[in-house]
């Protein structure tokens, strides 16, 4: 197993991407500690994983949670988080004309401002540790823009650079730093698009297909694994092809 012995610490395993992320790295042996503000999925997401997956509430948009939800990570952990993984994400598509400043604040916080302040609460146990990995999930819309989604973009976007910048400082700390960028992908959160926006998705995906959560859980479970030990500050777009990298 990738990930036996090692503790990890995963937002927005109540459902979508970061449950499939949970159920994954929990069958390769990890302790997951799951951060979400839904209890009632984060609880149908441990009854799957069977076993070897704990609660910790969290509301990224609340600074005084995301410093709470860190410092019961820590106690529990013995002050050490093995792999951080900034799972949680939020958007709705709209033309940028109807976002109002409520909508924006949001946006940022759940998408950008929210992980950023937990990797800093957890980030000087990490630099003690000497060792520790860190997994953002992005978006291609941070990578190459998305129509109706141009808050969204901006922090996914913002993501990206910060991915790239803290990989830089958490090298000689032995932290690697990397981040998953996925496509359109069967989630909860895609499913509320229009149906024709969807439609039109699946015709210019190469493989014809939305990805499955699973698929962007399998790119997680490399950045948080041994097989990634020299990887950082990478951006990995899981799109079936919808974009590619240049």
């Known amino acids: 197993m990738l990930l036996k012995y090692k503790t990890v610490l995963l937002t927005g395993g ?18 997951v500690l799951l951060c979400d503000r839904n209890a009632a999925g984060a609880a149908e ?27 019961e990570a820590l106690a529990r952990s013995g002050s050490r988080i093995d792999v951080l993984v900034n799972a949680a994400g939020w958007d709705r598509t709209q033309p940028f004309a109807e976002a109002t400043a409520e909508f924006i604040d949001e946006v940022m916080a759940i998408n950008l401002l929210g992980p950023i302040r ?11 540790n000497a060792s520790g990995k860190i997994v953002f999930v992005a978006s291609d819309a941070g990578r190459v823009g998305s129509l109706g989604e141009t808050p969204y973009s901006a922090a996914k976007g913002g993501i990206i650079g910060f991915t790239k910048s ?9 932290i690697t730093v990397n981040c998953v960028c996925p496509g359109p992908t069967d989630t909860p ?16 995906i190469p493989f014809r297909r939305l990805a499955k959560p699973e698929d962007i859980a399998g ?7 041994p097989t990634s030990d020299y990887t950082t500050g990478q951006i990995l777009s899981v799109s079936g092809g919808l974009t590619m990298a240049g």
């Open 14 to 31: 109540a459902s979508g991407i970061g449950r499939a992320s949970v159920l994954l790295l929990a069958k390769e042996g990890a302790r």
């Open 45 to 71: 997401t441990i009854a799957l994983a069977g076993g070897g997956v704990e609660f910790i509430a969290l509301e990224l948009t609340d600074t005084a949670s995301v410093d709470a939800c860190a410092k």
């Open 118 to 128: 937990l990797t800093r609460a957890l980030w000087p146990a990490m630099i003690a």
């Open 166 to 174: 803290l990989a830089r400082e958490g090298a000689r700390h032995k």
């Open 189 to 204: 959160l895609f499913h509320a698009n229009p149906e024709r926006m969807r439609e039109a998705l699946l015709r210019v």
């Open 219 to 225: 790119a997680i479970l490399y950045f948080a694994g």
